[in-house]
């Protein structure tokens, strides 16, 4: 979700506060998973942030597990951290949880 679209979280409803340096983590990562291994710049430029900051959250995700540099090819990509998180998702219901009100809302209206 990039810049322009943060004014409304995902289920429509007006947003009251966001924390900054989140939305830009966020943005980075989605970005990412949405291009696949690439440059800081290429990133950074997608998500709408400068490199300086791409840098700085990508190096912190780094030391956590979440992003991976291939310093020789001087490309980032998703490490291992995504997976896991992607698995307890999935585990605890949180696809069904997310999908059940819009499946809903399209039951109700293929309704004659």
Not at 28 to 40: F, H, K, M, V
Not at 44 to 69: C, P, Y
């Amino acid at each position: 979700m990039l810049a322009a679209q943060r004014g409304r979280a995902p289920d429509g409803a007006e947003r009251t506060y966001n924390i900054a340096a989140v939305d830009r983590a966020l943005d980075l990562l989605e970005t990412l998973a949405r291009i696949g291994p690439a440059t800081l710049a290429a990133l950074a430029e997608d998500a709408g942030i400068s490199r300086t900051a791409g840098f700085r959250l990508l190096r912190t995700m780094q030391a956590r597990g979440f992003a991976i540099q291939d310093r020789a090819r001087g490309i980032w990509r998703l490490g291992a951290g995504w997976g896991i998180l992607s698995r307890a998702a999935a585990n605890r219901g949180a696809l069904g949880a997310t999908s059940a009100p819009v499946l809903a809302a399209l039951a109700y209206q293929r309704k004659p």
